[in-house]
């Protein structure tokens, strides 16, 4: 076994010798050079110490040196490789880890290697790294390799890539020729092609149109020269946030003498002179291509990571809010300066550290509360709470009058109070909603749910739709009248999901008015009208009001009393499109719910479009989540709830833990939407107010599928795990 080790080492010396002879450069003895050390080795020879040695060599061949911050190949690069790769013939080949739009990273501890799985040298980007790194990620590729084998042969391996010094356009007639992609994928592109003309533009940033990486990628495929993925970048503390934000630059690499920096750009110095002109050492300066917008994230995340240690992730939106009343301005690199458990930190910093925290960890709300002695601060991430940060509970009381002060409320302890203030971090905008809950002994608990514009409003593109649930959705909300349903408890997306509705519909001719409580969003081109219990306007009596504006679509924030559910049901048998939320457990439930609120129920069987049950669970980190085998007990989970898998799906996907999602191995959430439309046959049995049972059942033939069958869907596409959705067996199907 050592032999056959030694052996293809000294081949692979022998290779890289050849070419560092050709470049005029001193190669070590052969034998001296010891497994792992490589270019150390090299680099000696040439009289480069061992801290800059794998700079040097990745400098001689024109890519770059990394330190990969985990040495695995992502979920991403598995798939591209996928599709680009065929079986391996050689020893050592370069190994995949990551992508640039549809370029594929990889990495070798040796710049003169050539096997690539027959992958042709344009789609995939060379990164050096040390001995270490490539065993480690030879050893994860060799196991997902080994979960599902690649095929024999590859369409590419042959294909003559685009011209070389050609302009962006020609890279993109290339893939559009010759690329395995989607149908949709491929129009997608096709229309960028033809909005773009003939013009070959040579600059990344020109094509805005494009997919982000797409531009940087292209760039590559024609110019061979390095580009990266920022959201791989290792977090750096080297130089300061504000610099790397203002040109926009993030660096991937350093060494001794020289740096690796990403940018937009390569032909802008504006960093370099900023950062000399500062009497900085002069560290040569190396640009790599990257995506822009990319950058700008990388940028944030560093600096919330840098505050905690730990991992966070602030992403950068650009908001615009019209009400500029309370904003409470936080400056991130102030708060990485803070140790909220130091004695001489301020009640004030405290809050807003913790407030920083919070978002830093997308977190959807704040609660500060007493717990014991001692005065909690817990953020829900991912619907779970996490404790932020607790202290003496002698500060409680300083904390609360502080968030009541931020959100114009009075100081008074036995009134239950709601308010508001805006949050401004770097460039992010974030809308709080406070409320004051009176609790025990002259104690207030306070909640803040935190509403990000760019969370809130999403395109139905952005719901995660099945081809079946989108062309349910764009029929119903295509009628001129009826009545939708969604229904689901506090915190499973249902106004998400509302909001996108009524987003895909808005136009010039169609009226919309909504009556909310809050209004969480304020959406251009819709009328929106807030409850105000103060003077007597509550969602029955909001809806009267629209009533008499003539709209077409109406939407009722929550249909919680029989008034307002009957005024619902009868708005959508005269010619309007009403869709509101209801609390129940699934979509049939919901039906049953409302005619137990005192809706007669032949009304409700005419109006009933379609009823939403929805619920959120986390989604796999993409980053860290592993393939493993279907085990038969698995498969037959999946057959007896009628989602059979597949015999080619030998694998699914299982939680991990990485920097990236907190060791959570999970990160951010799905919907899971059990959809049910009203047919005739299901209008007949909400008539007669038929069993839930036989209901359920007409609901299976017609084709409806359970949150716990949706979530079986999920788990197959790899987006979720089955323990994850197991607390919604209920709704699966036989027992
Ligand atoms: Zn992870």
Known sequence: MADIEQLIASEQHDRLFVELEKMGKSCPDADSVRVGSLAEAVGAANGVDSKRALQWLAEQFGIMPMDLARPVCSTKAEQMFRKLARQNVAPDPWMPFGTVGLVLLCAHFDPSAEEAWGIPDFLYSKILVSSAQYEALKSDVAQRISMNPLPESTLLEFVEGPAKGGGLLTALKWILEHYPMSKSENDKLSACESAFGNIDMRRASDYKLLPRDFGVAFNFMTSGRPIFAPELAPMQDFFPDNLLEKHTVFP????????????????????????????????????????????REVISRNRGRSTSGGSTIVDVGDLAYADDANLVDIDPSEMQQINPSNINTSPEQIIQWVLYQAISRRASDLHVEKYFNTARLRARIDGELHVIHSGPDEILPRLVS???????????RQTAEDGRFSMRIGQRRIDCRVSAIPCSKALQKITIRFLDKKDGIKELSELNLSPRQSSIIKNTLGRDQGLVLVTGPTGSGKTTSLYAFINSIISETINIHTVED?????????????????????????????????????LIGESRDEETASAAVNAALTGHLVLTTLHANDSLRAVSRLISMGVAPYLLADSLALSQAQRLVRRLCVQCKRPVAVTDAIRETFNKNKVPLSPETAFLYHPAGCPECNDAGYSGRIALMEMCVVDTELSEMIACNAPQSQMREVAQRAGVLSLYQEGLLQVIAGQTTLAEIACLSYTAVGD
């Open 518 to 554: 809050p209004i969480e969003y304020e959406i251009e081109g819709i009328n929106q009208t807030q409850t105000d219990p103060i003077n007597g306007i509550d969602f029955g009596e909001g809806l009267r009001r629209i009533l008499r504006a003539d709209p077409d679509v109406i």
């Open 252 to 295: 991937v690499y350093r060494s001794e003498s020289a740096v690796y920096l990403m940018a937009a750009d390569r032909q802008n110095y504006s960093f370099e002179d900023e950062w000399y002109s500062t009497g900085s050492d002069s560290l040569k300066i190396i640009k790599v291509l990257a995506d822009p917008e990319g950058i």
């Open 402 to 412: 502080l968030l009541k002060n931020y959100s114009n409320m009075g100081q008074r």
